[in-house]
């Protein structure tokens, strides 16, 4: 089964620019979503097929990938962007959804 | 606008099972696979199995194979998490979550409804 490894959390001060990785084999040949779920609530997709945004999702959210790795940047970060983000791809050969182990930002 | 609004939350003894439902509103029901995860406390998503609210086929994960069936009620829009023989490993927050459909992201959660087993 396909497995998604994220880092331990990421602090980063308001203003600055925070980078999630996701690592995959070969991920940059997968279609990668992200999600932000803050505490006690359910996950919000705020990136999808790598770098599309939903509607309402800020421009400061974008996503790329390469080779084994995916990265969500937030620009300008806002204390509201506080919580635990996901990485989710499509494992083809078991028709089902993988999610990283997710990734605790703090807003210092 | 897309609602899914879960059921409230429960409390079971172990072996006991529990039906958690999803009811969705604001687009066609049976346009979009509906995906059931859960969340143990501390811990990340967990994928359960998804659903075909058009066709009503499924698809377990194979952690969950014997002990969990999805189904959904057309007629009301909703669709049903049932997990039997239940252990404390149990104790979650369990979501539903709608497919975007033109790619296998989920654009919209139910609120999550949390499942305690305790003896």
């Known amino acids: 089964s396909y497995v998604l490894t994220q880092p331990p959390p990421v602090s980063v001060a308001p203003g600055q620019t925070a980078r999630v990785t996701c690592g995959g084999d070969?991920?940059?040949?997968?279609?990668v979503h992200w999600y932000q779920q803050k505490s006690g609530q359910a996950p919000v997709l705020v990136v999808y097929?790598?770098?599309d945004r939903p509607s309402g999702i800020p421009e400061r959210f974008s996503g790329s990938h390469s080779g084994n790795t995916a990265t969500l940047t937030i620009s300008r970060v806002e204390v509201g962007d506080e919580a635990d983000y996901y990485c989710?791809?499509?494992?083809?050969?078991?028709?089902?959804?993988?999610f990283g182990g997710g990734t605790k930002l703090t807003v210092l | 606008q897309v609602q899914l609004a879960q059921s409230e939350p429960e409390v079971h003894k172990p072996g006991a099972s529990v039906r958690v439902s999803c009811k969705t509103s604001?687009?066609?029901?049976?346009?979009?696979?509906l995906h059931w995860m859960r969340q143990a406390p501390g811990q990340g998503l967990e994928w359960m199995g998804w659903?075909?609210?058009?066709?009503?086929?499924?698809n377990y994960g194979q952690m969950f194979r014997g002990r969990v069936t999805m189904t959904r009620d057309k007629s009301i829009s909703t669709a049903y998490m049932f997990l039997s023989r239940l252990t404390s490993d149990d104790t979650a927050v369990y979501f539903c979550?709608?497919?975007?459909?033109?790619?296998?992201?989920?654009?919209?959660w139910g609120q999550g409804t949390k499942v305690t087993v305790s003896s």
């Open positions: 979550a709608k497919e975007i459909g033109t790619t296998n992201a989920f654009d919209f």
């Open positions: 604001g687009y066609i029901f049976s346009d979009y696979y």
């Open positions: 659903i075909n609210p058009h066709s009503g086929a499924t």
């Open positions: 070969n991920i940059g040949s997968k279609s």
């Open positions: 097929d790598d770098k």
């Open positions: 989710q791809v499509w494992d083809g050969s078991g028709e089902h959804p993988v």
